[in-house]
């Protein structure tokens, strides 16, 4: 396990899932912690070795997509495109039907239409959940926020990214905070009646042409 990854799966509070130790009864494969952890180390590998263009941020997983793969941002979809985005191999770490995540949905449409080197995060690294409800979001707490964004920190210092492209308000708060020398881009985010704001914000961003952002929505 890179030492990065190690780092993330040492975090522990009370209400959130840490999907790199933590082992869902309900949905996980046996050896779900494991491979999360394992495919994570390999993006960290892989996009540490050249430099990268941003690392897109958002809040913290959600029990649909970042819970189950342990990828911020990316729902069972969407998970082998994004390791092989990589170069690396990645199977889903649970069992049964595949689930879709709105926000993924969107996020990785954008993504399909942009070449650059991007990297995904959260502010907060785990799933936090309601009481005794594993299955529910909630937003992380002040606690919770300020081991995120050390995380956060040690992050951008290991991958040097140009930019952070901060995806709502929360994430660009938290970035404005802890980062002093990197560029912060804040983007709308997609949910709450965000998309349409934020295909045209990415799209202003990485030069997509409004035909292919027109088609990606389709």
């Given at each position: 396990m890179h030492p990065f990854v190690s780092s993330v799966a040492a975090l522990e509070?009370?209400?959130?899932?840490?999907?790199?130790?933590?082992?869902?009864?309900?949905?996980?494969?046996?050896?779900?912690?494991?491979?999360?952890?394992?495919?994570?180390s390999a993006l960290i590998?892989?996009?540490?070795?050249?430099?990268?263009?941003a690392i897109w941020i958002g809040r913290d997983l959600g029990y649909r997509g970042g819970r189950r793969?342990?990828?911020?941002?990316?729902?069972?979809?969407?998970?082998?495109?994004?390791?092989?985005r990589w170069g690396v191999s990645a199977k889903q770490p649970t069992t049964g039907t595949v689930v879709a995540e709105r926000t993924a949905a969107v996020i990785?449409?954008?993504?399909?239409?942009?070449?650059s080197r991007i990297f995904l995060w959260n502010v907060f690294p785990l799933?936090?959940?309601?009481?005794?409800?594993?299955?529910?979001?909630?937003?992380?707490?002040?606690?919770?926020?300020?081991?995120?964004?050390?995380?956060?920190?040690?992050?951008?210092?290991?991958?040097n990214p140009s930019r952070i492209v901060a995806i709502g308000?929360?994430?660009?708060?938290?970035?404005?905070?802890?980062?002093?020398?990197?560029?912060?881009?804040?983007?709308?985010?997609?949910?709450?009646?965000?998309?349409?704001?934020?295909i045209r914000q990415i799209s202003e961003l990485y030069s997509i042409s409004e035909q292919s952002e027109s088609l990606s929505l389709f």
């Open positions: 509070f009370e209400n959130c899932f840490n999907p790199y130790t933590d082992k869902c009864e309900v949905h996980d494969q046996r050896d779900a912690p494991r491979i999360r952890a394992s495919v994570l590998e892989s996009a540490s070795r050249e430099p990268i263009d793969t342990g990828l911020a941002l990316t729902d069972d979809v969407h998970i082998v495109k994004h390791s092989r990785w449409r954008m993504l399909d239409q942009i070449d799933h936090p959940h309601e009481s005794g409800e594993p299955f529910t979001n909630r937003q992380h707490n002040a606690r919770e926020r300020k081991a995120g964004e050390e995380v956060l920190q040690a992050l951008v210092a290991l991958l308000n929360d994430a660009a708060a938290a970035a404005d905070r802890v980062l002093s020398s990197t560029p912060v881009v804040r983007v709308r985010h997609p949910s709450y009646g965000g998309q349409t704001q934020f």
